[in-house]
T-cell receptor, first 114, second 112 residues
């Protein structure tokens, strides 16, 4: 079955440090890939998406992600963490072009220390 | 653009009761999705509409669950004879041709 794996259920960084959240997908056919952020008691907000164009995708709030087919990975990075980045981050894949449902990873909770 | 809205935001019900949730998608979006999210997990797909047609249902959607989208606008998700295992956040999302799904704030269901 198709799946998404997010390594590390909890990541803690200092303010100003690099943020790296890992995501791997299981498929030989590159899907569409997404990162979403969820703040407590809220819905999900789209950060960025990959749909087979440029492999380095820039999103909102200074986040970016790089699609690496050879590693079946789509890791999320941000050069310098802010306190406001503390939230839960979900990686998701969509198969079947733009018409499929999303398959989510279990999420990574990001904490930012002052 | 007012975004996806869901009502109610919170619902507490007793086991065995029926509940209904409503989702209003972004107005020009023809696709509407329902997901369920339990504590510590990512959202799981339940069902999907294109306009008024329900095109796909997950096996997670037992016979006690039913969803409708009359006239291809808002959607409702009904759970009959609720069980404690139904306690979760129910998320609605809508999308257009680009495939980007925009999520509502969710309805948190607690079954006591």
């Amino acid at each position: 079955a198709q799946s998404v794996t997010q390594l590390g259920s909890h990541v803690s960084v200092s303010e100003g440090a690099l943020v790296l959240l890992r995501c791997n997908y299981s498929s030989s056919v590159p899907p569409y890939l997404f990162w979403y952020v969820q703040y407590p008691n809220q819905g999900l907000q789209l950060l960025l998406k990959y749909t087979s164009a440029a492999t380095l995708v820039k999103g909102i709030n200074g986040f970016e992600a790089e699609f690496k087919k050879s590693e079946t990975s789509f890791h999320l990075t941000k050069p310098s963490a802010h306190m406001s980045d503390a939230a839960e981050y979900f990686c998701a894949v969509m198969y079947g072009g733009s018409q499929g449902n999303l398959i989510f990873g279990k999420g990574t909770k990001l904490s930012v220390k002052p | 653009d007012t975004g996806v809205s869901q009502d109610p935001r919170h619902k507490i019900t007793k086991r065995g009761q029926n509940v209904t949730f409503r989702c209003d998608p972004i107005s020009e979006h023809n696709r509407l999705y329902w997901y369920r999210q339990t504590l510590g997990q990512g959202p799981e797909f339940l069902t999907y509409f294109q306009n008024e047609a329900q095109l796909e249902k997950s096996r997670l959607l037992s016979d006690r669950f039913s969803a409708e989208r009359p006239k291809g606008s808002f959607s409702t998700l009904e759970i009959q004879r609720t069980e404690q295992g139904d306690s979760a956040m129910y998320l609605c999302a809508s999308s257009h041709e680009s495939g980007e799904q925009y999520f509502g704030p969710g309805t948190r269901l607690t079954v006591t």
